[in-house]
């Protein structure tokens, strides 16, 4: 963020002259407008093009339509596993010492680290035919791969840290005091916990959750390899768009995408706000200390 | 509700938190452990609240075995040093919330929480901010709604974590005294962590001085402030300087002078070191006795009401700290560089098998 108020009060001191900040200013917004603002007119203009009708039909294509409902589905999973996940390896990992605690903070942040094709591989080699679960899960005539499972499965590691990551840091620099104050005053777990904890994380939650749902919807690697692209069965929004241009239909391609590029905007005002609350919140913390 | 600890032992890690503290603390007494950082009196005291759990030894409560109750059914109020007031709650949500977490059949009902609650405001003199939020209070007035918290269970102890420790000194003197007041008010059993002698001579009944785990000495503010048992105390209690030298056969000979030691008559020729309050050295212009030593005044400071004067040992033999009165100082009429004569009034002499 550029701040006026600092930088007027810093002109001064500042030693390079103003031609230079303004400049590196225009630089930074040329940069912005030319990689981030024109590619998303571009989109927006791309499905458009042929008029809000051809727009409003691209999209409830049936199987434009199955797309957005298995997405819907598998972040509607996603989501409310990674927060069940992510909230209670944080309240583990920042209120007590055991051993492997570092183990399990690297183990969280592990699908950052791997390639999403690799992600999704992994639940290939177990449960795929030539997998090792494949043959058994055959007989029983249980899908996984090429199926919604595995695609919920793969999206689901994809996405686990995002909850996770964003608690512990909030919950470390909060530490035990309030809980411990709860407890003496003979409130029980789980009232310290929706009492106590949980009023003084819900923003830290809301942020992680809404980077998780961008994350479960708009991924593509992981649930690329594990989807086998059956249409209206198990593709998600990213694959339609990607077999629709593949298709050379450009302007449905587009259409499709800009939902996802409305869910990166909805996504990042939300974030916006989460932030401040956050911000909000720790500097209470501080103020207390 | 009287505390009886028995046998204590807390280790964390390879480091020794807690080694065989014995402790009673009678019904209706505020007792306050006094000691430096890491010596053990907050494990002491979470250890009592039942936030730790001892490794071996036994918490008695009215003398039945509390050791393996939870900290939910002790029954303590516990007031911590960063007053770990709910941030997203009122003054009053705070005040209320150990009564509104009851279960429902002992819960009070919502016009008796709210009386309850307003008392204790009014205990604490904040009664018109019952709606901020802690994040809109000073240190002082979150500290006292923190204890208008833990009190408003009724509980049967209360237990204070270095409560003044983060606030500044006109604040914590005001509070202190406060809560002396109020301990003689409501008369219930405390006990309270501090490391500020000053702090534990002025609001408590009994000092209990601890040191690298153990319990050095225990007793009212002005037996451990005049009859220290050991050079820790004689250390951490008030100013103090220190001669080295040797026993013999009840004498001391120190730094030029000599002082009587009736504690090692039958001590022989032993490394001893002596020590001296530094409101327990005379000085005088002229020799009075055979115990007065030479020195000269190396700088003069005057620090509210005594003036501390820094002598050098003739000799060469260190520097002794005198706090002298106004009074006598005005009298004395010292300056820098001055020839004058030192001579302790009180020396407790320890031998060397004592280490601070």
């Known amino acids: 963020m550029i701040s006026d108020k600092n930088g007027k009060h810093n002109g001064s001191k500042v030693s390079e002259p103003a031609w230079v900040r303004y400049l590196l200013l225009a630089a930074a917004l040329g940069f912005l407008a030319l990689f981030l603002l024109l590619p998303l007119a571009a989109l927006f203009a791309q499905a458009l093009d042929k008029g809000w009708e051809a727009y409003l039909a691209a999209l409830h294509e049936p199987d434009t339509l199955s797309a957005i409902g298995l997405t819907l589905l598998t972040a509607g999973l996603c989501v409310p596993i990674n927060l069940f996940f992510g909230m209670v390896a944080a309240w583990a990992i920042a209120k007590f010492s055991f051993p492997g605690k570092s183990l399990l903070i690297t183990l969280i942040d592990l699908p950052f680290s791997v390639s999403p094709v690799v992600s999704g591989l992994i639940y290939v080699l177990i449960f795929g035919l030539q997998g090792w679960l494949g043959p058994w899960l055959q007989d029983r005539d249980i899908h996984i791969i090429f199926a919604v499972p595995g695609i919920v499965l793969a999206t689901v590691f994809v996405t686990c840290p995002f909850v996770a990551r964003e608690l512990i840091p909030l919950m470390e620099s909060q530490g035990r005091d309030e809980e411990e104050a709860a407890l003496t005053l003979g409130a029980s777990g789980l009232q310290t916990f929706f009492r106590v904890t949980f009023p003084n994380i819900k923003w830290g939650v809301l942020y992680g959750v809404i980077l998780c749902n961008a994350r479960a919807m708009g991924e593509f690697g992981a649930v690329s390899v594990v989807s086998g692209h059956v249409r209206g069965s198990t593709n998600t929004i990213p694959l339609q768009v990607e077999i629709l241009y593949n298709e050379y239909n450009y302007q449905a391609a587009f259409a499709v995408a800009s939902l996802l590029a409305l869910l990166a905007l909805v996504t990042l005002a939300l974030k916006t706000v989460a932030e401040w609350k956050i911000q909000q919140d720790r500097s209470v913390t501080e103020n207390e200390r | ?356």
């Open chain 2, 1 to 356: 509700m009287s505390i009886g600890i028995e046998g204590v032992n807390k280790n964390f890690g390879a480091f020794a938190a807690l080694s065989n503290v014995n402790l009673q603390v009678p019904s209706g007494e505020l007792v306050a452990l006094l000691g430096p950082s890491g010596s053990g009196k907050t494990s002491l005291l979470r250890i009592i609240a039942g936030l730790e759990m001892p490794d071996s030894g036994r918490i008695l409560f009215d003398g039945e075995d509390a050791t393996r109750r939870q900290v939910q059914e002790r029954k303590v109020g516990f007031v911590f040093q960063h007053y770990a007031l709910f941030r997203h709650m009122t003054v009053f949500d705070n005040i209320a919330f150990g009564l509104t977490v009851k279960p429902k059949k002992s819960r009070p009902a919502k016009e008796e929480i709210r009386d309850k609650v307003y008392t204790l405001l009014k205990l604490i003199q904040l009664e018109q901010l019952s709606d901020r939020y802690p994040g809109q209070l000073s240190g002082g007035q979150r500290q006292r709604v923190a204890l208008a918290r833990a009190l408003a269970v009724e509980p049967q102890l209360l237990l204070l974590d270095e409560p003044f420790g983060a606030l500044d000194a006109r604040v914590r003197l005001e509070l202190r005294r406060w809560l002396r007041r109020l301990h003689d008010e409501i008369h219930v059993t405390s006990v309270f962590v501090t490391h500020d002698q000053e702090e534990a001579l002025e609001v408590a009944d009994r000092i209990v001085v601890m040191n690298q785990g153990r319990i050095e000495q225990q007793g009212t503010p002005s037996e451990v402030y005049d009859r220290p048992a050991t050079p820790f105390v004689y250390d951490f209690l008030g100013n103090v300087n220190l001669f080295q030298g040797r026993v013999h056969e009840g004498t001391a000979p120190q730094g030029g002078m000599e002082h009587s030691s009736p504690e090692h008559t039958t001590t022989s020729d032993c490394p001893a070191v002596g020590y001296v309050r530094t409101h327990d050295i005379e000085i005088e212009r002229l020799p009075l006795d055979p115990s007065s030593i030479e020195a000269e005044v190396r700088y003069i400071l005057a620090v509210g009401l005594l003036v501390r004067v820094n002598l050098a040992l003739a000799g060469g033999d260190g520097a002794v700290e005198v706090d002298l009165s106004r009074e006598v100082a005005g009298r004395l009429k010292l300056s820098v560089g001055d020839k004058v004569f030192a001579r302790p009034r009180q020396v407790r002499v320890f031998t060397d098998d004592y280490q601070i």
